[in-house]
């Protein structure tokens, strides 16, 4: 009998000892919990330092150099080739003969046909004076008028066909490709393709501009550009096109006409840089914030700010002109306040930050 009240009370202290370990063991564990939540609760972001400064407008554009003119250029008639007098990399001037077609029937052709009209011109000539004296009738005479004009249409005709024989340059460039050689059998369906011509006395740069740097560019205006290859030089410019209506990235499309130099050192598909001089650079300073520190967009006039004990606090704020990538405050922050610039889509009014380098 005692042996069993013995047993009983081993096996009750066993249990009791047991049970004090495991609410031990959880308070412990609640504790380092609520640590890790607490460290949980504190989102990483990254800062700016509002500040006043004097801002420029200025700002810079990149490109790709095309050509003012460029045209690949095919057969419009069928013939075999017998001459060609340009090789690539020649400059030629508009009209100038590139290469000649074999136009042996064509020149048959276009001397009949000026034989046959100047047989119809005396029928006609000869008809007329006839018409006055009564001897043949205003029928015949019309007759004969049809017969002279359809002969000139059919001699004009030819001599087109004779000078076809002979491929001209359209413009004055450069023969970028030559695609064809004497013996070569062009064909006008499908045209075969003969020359490439680019002209880069002048080029184009195309590059696009956000809707504020846009309000500031008119036709005409003079701008700067530089090629990444020839850092040191400098050529002049002036915007011929501004889009009038915007991109699917919201910006506008703008064309910038250059001028070459004596030696072509531009070419076509040059990276180049267009630099935009505005005359309304600030002489006042301008309190201004990243761009990137404004929750959503500009136009929602929100910013997280970090107070002292680093929590994030809401404010709204009234934005000014957008200056690139910085934007300039009207009122609601102070200089030496710290706007967040990264993480806002993590934070609320009140929570902790950590702040990263």
């Known amino acids: 009998m005692n042996k069993k009240i013995i047993t009983v009370i081993i096996i009750l202290a066993s249990l009791g000892l047991i049970g004090f370990i495991l609410s031990k063991n959880k308070a412990s564990n609640e504790a380092k919990t609520a640590v890790v939540a607490e460290t949980n609760a504190t989102v990483v972001v990254k800062t700016d330092t509002v500040k006043t400064e004097i801002v420029s407008q200025d700002f810079l554009a990149n490109g790709t150099f095309a050509p003012s003119q460029e045209l690949n250029f095919s057969a419009e008639k069928s013939g075999k080739v017998i001459s060609v007098l340009v090789k690539e990399g020649d400059r030629v001037s508009a009209g100038q003969t590139l290469a000649v077609v074999r136009g042996d029937v064509i020149n048959v052709e276009a001397q009949t046909a000026n034989a046959n009209y100047q047989t119809a011109l005396n029928d006609y000539n000869r008809f007329e004076s006839a018409f006055k004296t009564g001897g043949v009738t205003k029928q015949q005479l019309d007759q004969a008028k049809m017969n002279m004009i359809n002969a000139k249409s059919r001699m004009t005709q030819a001599n087109i066909n004779v000078g076809d024989t002979r491929i001209k340059a359209p413009f004055s460039g450069i023969i970028n490709?030559?695609?064809?050689?004497?013996?070569?059998?062009?064909?006008?369906?499908?045209?075969?393709?003969?020359?490439?011509?680019?002209?880069?006395?002048?080029?184009?740069?195309?590059?696009?501009?956000?809707?504020?740097?846009?309000a500031g560019l008119k036709?005409?205006?003079?701008?700067?550009?530089?090629?990444?290859?020839y850092p040191d030089k400098e050529f002049n410019g002036k915007v011929t096109f501004i889009a009038p209506k915007a991109d699917a990235s919201l910006n506008f499309p703008v064309e910038i006409e250059i001028s070459n130099n004596a030696a072509s050192e531009l070419k076509a598909g040059m990276y180049g840089t267009a630099e935009f001089s505005s005359a309304e650079t600030s002489k006042t300073p301008l309190m201004i914030v990243p761009r990137t520190a404004f929750v959503g967009s500009v136009n929602a006039n929100q910013i997280f700010v970090m107070e002292k004990d680093g929590t994030a606090k809401?404010?709204?704020?009234?934005?000014?002109?957008?200056?690139?990538?910085?934007?300039?405050?009207?009122?609601?922050?102070?200089?030496?306040?710290?706007?967040?610039?990264?993480?806002?889509?993590?934070?609320?009014?009140?929570?902790k930050v950590t702040v990263i380098k």
């Open 177 to 214: 490709k030559k695609y064809i050689e004497v013996g070569t059998i062009l064909s006008g369906m499908p045209p075969t393709q003969m020359f490439e011509i680019v002209n880069v006395s002048k080029l184009k740069l195309n590059v696009t501009v956000s809707e504020n740097q846009i």
């Open 219 to 229: 036709i005409g205006s003079p701008i700067k550009v530089k090629a990444s290859v």
């Open 314 to 351: 809401l404010k709204t704020v009234t934005a000014g002109r957008i200056l690139g990538e910085k934007v300039e405050i009207l009122n609601g922050l102070a200089n030496g306040d710290i706007v967040i610039t990264s993480g806002q889509i993590n934070l609320n009014d009140g929570t």
